[in-house]
Protein backbone atom coordinates (compact mmCIF):
# COMPACT_ATOMS: atom_id res chain seq x y z
CA UNK A 1 0.00 0.00 0.00
CA UNK A 2 3.13 2.19 0.68
CA UNK A 3 4.57 1.83 -2.89
CA UNK A 4 1.49 2.61 -3.91
CA UNK A 5 1.32 5.27 -2.31
CA UNK A 6 4.43 6.83 -3.31
CA UNK A 7 3.87 5.60 -7.20
CA UNK A 8 0.51 7.71 -6.97
CA UNK A 9 2.28 10.37 -5.50
CA UNK A 10 5.31 10.57 -8.35
CA UNK A 11 2.51 9.78 -11.11
CA UNK A 12 0.45 12.64 -9.70
CA UNK A 13 4.06 15.39 -9.65
CA UNK A 14 4.34 14.16 -13.38
CA UNK A 15 1.01 15.28 -14.04
CA UNK A 16 1.43 18.55 -12.87
CA UNK A 17 4.47 18.76 -15.06
CA UNK A 18 2.76 18.09 -17.92
CA UNK A 19 0.47 21.19 -17.30
CA UNK A 20 0.97 23.50 -19.94
CA UNK A 21 -0.42 27.15 -19.54
CA UNK A 22 -2.83 27.94 -21.56
CA UNK A 23 -1.06 31.18 -24.15
CA UNK A 24 -3.57 32.26 -25.80
CA UNK A 25 -5.94 32.86 -22.92
CA UNK A 26 -3.42 35.10 -21.83
CA UNK A 27 -3.68 37.02 -24.92
CA UNK A 28 -7.51 36.93 -25.01
CA UNK A 29 -7.40 38.24 -21.26
CA UNK A 30 -5.51 41.14 -22.80
CA UNK A 31 -8.08 41.88 -25.04
CA UNK A 32 -10.98 41.50 -22.49
CA UNK A 33 -8.94 44.50 -20.67
CA UNK A 34 -9.09 46.69 -23.84
CA UNK A 35 -12.40 46.00 -24.20
CA UNK A 36 -13.06 47.48 -20.67
CA UNK A 37 -12.07 50.97 -22.59
CA UNK A 38 -15.29 50.87 -24.85
CA UNK A 39 -17.51 52.67 -22.27
CA UNK A 40 -14.60 55.21 -21.36
CA UNK A 41 -14.75 56.23 -25.29
CA UNK A 42 -18.35 56.57 -25.17
CA UNK A 43 -18.60 58.90 -21.95
CA UNK A 44 -15.54 60.99 -23.50
CA UNK A 45 -17.40 60.95 -27.08
CA UNK A 46 -20.06 62.44 -25.97
CA UNK A 47 -18.55 65.16 -23.55
CA UNK A 48 -16.22 66.03 -26.88
CA UNK A 49 -19.89 66.59 -29.19
CA UNK A 50 -21.58 68.53 -26.20
CA UNK A 51 -18.32 70.44 -26.40
CA UNK A 52 -18.32 70.59 -29.90
CA UNK A 53 -21.74 72.07 -30.24
CA UNK A 54 -20.83 75.00 -27.45
CA UNK A 55 -17.99 76.06 -29.76
CA UNK A 56 -19.96 76.11 -32.77
CA UNK A 57 -23.23 78.26 -31.17
CA UNK A 58 -20.40 80.76 -30.92
CA UNK A 59 -20.78 80.82 -34.87
CA UNK A 60 -24.11 81.56 -35.12
CA UNK A 61 -24.56 85.01 -36.08
CA UNK A 62 -26.22 87.21 -38.97
CA UNK A 63 -23.15 86.56 -41.42
CA UNK A 64 -22.86 82.91 -40.28
CA UNK A 65 -26.20 82.01 -40.96
CA UNK A 66 -26.27 83.96 -44.63
CA UNK A 67 -22.93 81.88 -45.43
CA UNK A 68 -24.91 78.86 -44.63
CA UNK A 69 -28.07 79.71 -47.02
CA UNK A 70 -25.29 80.48 -49.66
CA UNK A 71 -23.81 77.31 -49.20
CA UNK A 72 -27.07 75.37 -49.39
CA UNK A 73 -28.26 77.62 -52.69
CA UNK A 74 -25.56 75.89 -54.33
CA UNK A 75 -25.66 72.47 -53.11
CA UNK A 76 -21.73 73.50 -51.28
CA UNK A 77 -21.01 70.99 -48.20
CA UNK A 78 -20.55 72.48 -45.02
CA UNK A 79 -16.81 73.28 -44.59
CA UNK A 80 -15.45 70.71 -42.48
CA UNK A 81 -14.58 71.45 -38.35
CA UNK A 82 -10.32 71.43 -37.99
CA UNK A 83 -9.36 72.20 -34.20
CA UNK A 84 -5.52 72.83 -34.27
CA UNK A 85 -4.65 71.24 -31.08
CA UNK A 86 -0.96 71.30 -29.41
CA UNK A 87 0.10 67.40 -28.34
CA UNK A 88 2.75 66.88 -25.82
CA UNK A 89 5.00 63.89 -25.81
CA UNK A 90 5.23 62.28 -22.65
CA UNK A 91 8.77 60.53 -22.73
CA UNK A 92 10.38 64.05 -23.86
CA UNK A 93 7.77 66.59 -22.88
CA UNK A 94 8.53 68.54 -26.91
CA UNK A 95 5.17 69.78 -27.97
CA UNK A 96 3.75 70.24 -31.28
CA UNK A 97 1.09 71.64 -33.47
CA UNK A 98 -1.71 69.08 -34.72
CA UNK A 99 -4.28 69.25 -36.74
CA UNK A 100 -7.87 67.39 -35.63
CA UNK A 101 -10.22 66.71 -38.17
CA UNK A 102 -13.42 67.05 -35.78
CA UNK A 103 -16.06 64.35 -38.05
CA UNK A 104 -13.66 62.17 -38.80
CA UNK A 105 -11.66 62.09 -35.43
CA UNK A 106 -15.51 61.65 -33.82
CA UNK A 107 -16.10 58.73 -36.25
CA UNK A 108 -12.71 56.90 -35.99
CA UNK A 109 -13.76 56.85 -31.68
CA UNK A 110 -16.94 56.14 -32.12
CA UNK A 111 -15.54 52.90 -34.73
CA UNK A 112 -12.96 52.33 -31.80
CA UNK A 113 -15.78 52.41 -29.32
CA UNK A 114 -17.54 49.51 -31.11
CA UNK A 115 -14.68 47.44 -31.97
CA UNK A 116 -13.68 47.38 -28.28
CA UNK A 117 -17.37 46.64 -26.88
CA UNK A 118 -17.04 43.73 -28.73
CA UNK A 119 -13.91 42.10 -27.30
CA UNK A 120 -16.05 42.38 -23.52
CA UNK A 121 -18.49 39.45 -24.49
CA UNK A 122 -16.40 35.91 -25.06
CA UNK A 123 -19.40 35.02 -27.69
CA UNK A 124 -19.72 38.81 -29.69
CA UNK A 125 -18.47 38.04 -33.26
CA UNK A 126 -15.89 40.31 -32.74
CA UNK A 127 -14.25 38.44 -29.50
CA UNK A 128 -14.50 35.47 -31.15
CA UNK A 129 -12.95 36.46 -34.60
CA UNK A 130 -9.88 37.77 -32.99
CA UNK A 131 -10.12 34.41 -31.24
CA UNK A 132 -10.08 32.42 -34.40
CA UNK A 133 -6.18 34.07 -35.12
CA UNK A 134 -3.07 32.57 -34.38
CA UNK A 135 -1.27 34.32 -31.48
CA UNK A 136 1.05 36.10 -33.33
CA UNK A 137 -1.71 37.78 -35.17
CA UNK A 138 -2.95 38.64 -32.08
CA UNK A 139 -0.33 40.27 -30.11
CA UNK A 140 0.67 42.19 -33.31
CA UNK A 141 -3.35 43.66 -33.18
CA UNK A 142 -3.01 44.21 -29.56
CA UNK A 143 0.72 46.10 -30.17
CA UNK A 144 -0.93 48.17 -33.02
CA UNK A 145 -3.67 48.84 -30.72
CA UNK A 146 -1.90 49.55 -27.66
CA UNK A 147 0.45 52.02 -29.67
CA UNK A 148 -2.72 53.79 -31.58
CA UNK A 149 -4.05 54.65 -27.44
CA UNK A 150 -1.17 55.65 -26.56
CA UNK A 151 -1.52 58.25 -29.37
CA UNK A 152 -5.16 59.02 -28.81
CA UNK A 153 -5.04 59.75 -25.25
CA UNK A 154 -2.81 62.45 -26.32
CA UNK A 155 -5.02 64.08 -28.79
CA UNK A 156 -8.00 63.59 -25.81
CA UNK A 157 -5.49 65.11 -23.57
CA UNK A 158 -4.91 67.96 -25.96
CA UNK A 159 -7.92 68.33 -27.45
CA UNK A 160 -9.57 68.69 -23.58
CA UNK A 161 -7.21 71.54 -22.81
CA UNK A 162 -8.49 73.10 -25.96
CA UNK A 163 -11.78 73.11 -25.32
CA UNK A 164 -11.37 74.53 -21.85
CA UNK A 165 -9.59 77.52 -23.03
CA UNK A 166 -11.72 77.97 -26.66
CA UNK A 167 -14.71 79.36 -25.84
CA UNK A 168 -15.93 82.62 -24.87
CA UNK A 169 -15.46 83.63 -20.85
CA UNK A 170 -18.86 83.15 -20.55
CA UNK A 171 -19.32 80.22 -22.17
CA UNK A 172 -16.34 77.93 -20.02
CA UNK A 173 -18.50 76.84 -17.27
CA UNK A 174 -20.50 74.83 -20.29
CA UNK A 175 -17.40 73.02 -20.97
CA UNK A 176 -17.42 69.31 -19.91
CA UNK A 177 -13.62 67.98 -18.45
CA UNK A 178 -12.41 65.25 -19.46
CA UNK A 179 -9.76 64.26 -16.58
CA UNK A 180 -11.21 61.57 -15.07
CA UNK A 181 -12.63 59.50 -18.48
CA UNK A 182 -8.99 59.96 -19.56
CA UNK A 183 -7.18 58.74 -15.94
CA UNK A 184 -9.58 55.82 -16.36
CA UNK A 185 -8.45 55.16 -20.14
CA UNK A 186 -5.24 55.35 -19.19
CA UNK A 187 -5.25 53.06 -16.58
CA UNK A 188 -6.89 50.49 -18.57
CA UNK A 189 -4.08 50.65 -21.65
CA UNK A 190 -1.71 50.20 -19.13
CA UNK A 191 -3.19 47.36 -17.56
CA UNK A 192 -3.93 45.90 -21.08
CA UNK A 193 0.24 46.01 -21.96
CA UNK A 194 0.75 44.38 -18.67
CA UNK A 195 -1.43 41.40 -19.45
CA UNK A 196 0.68 41.72 -22.64
CA UNK A 197 3.67 42.21 -21.77
CA UNK A 198 2.97 38.95 -18.68
CA UNK A 199 2.34 36.86 -22.39
CA UNK A 200 5.83 37.73 -24.01
CA UNK A 201 7.94 37.16 -21.07
CA UNK A 202 6.02 33.73 -20.84
CA UNK A 203 6.61 32.99 -24.64
CA UNK A 204 10.77 33.96 -24.76
CA UNK A 205 10.92 32.22 -21.31
CA UNK A 206 9.74 29.02 -22.67
CA UNK A 207 11.75 29.68 -25.94
CA UNK A 208 14.94 30.13 -24.13
CA UNK A 209 13.99 26.48 -22.32
CA UNK A 210 13.34 25.20 -25.43
CA UNK A 211 17.11 26.16 -26.99
CA UNK A 212 18.47 24.48 -23.67
CA UNK A 213 16.59 21.32 -24.48
CA UNK A 214 14.58 21.45 -21.48
CA UNK A 215 11.00 20.89 -21.85
CA UNK A 216 8.24 22.05 -19.48
Known amino acids: AIVLSKFEIASSKKEEKKIKIDTKEMLMDSVRALGSAAPLLEQISQKIEDNHKVLQSEHNGFMDKLLALIRQAFNRPEKPVVYTVTVTEPLTQSRKQEDVKYQD ?3 DLNRRRRTYNSFA ?4 PGYIKIESQEE ?8 KQISECNHLMQLLTALDEYFKSAPLVENRPRIKGLKMELTSLKNCIVKTNQRKAEYTA ?3 EEEQLRKLGISQ
Do not use: G, P
Open 202 to 204: LIE
Open 105 to 107: FLT
Open 121 to 124: VKKA
Open 136 to 143: KSILEYLS
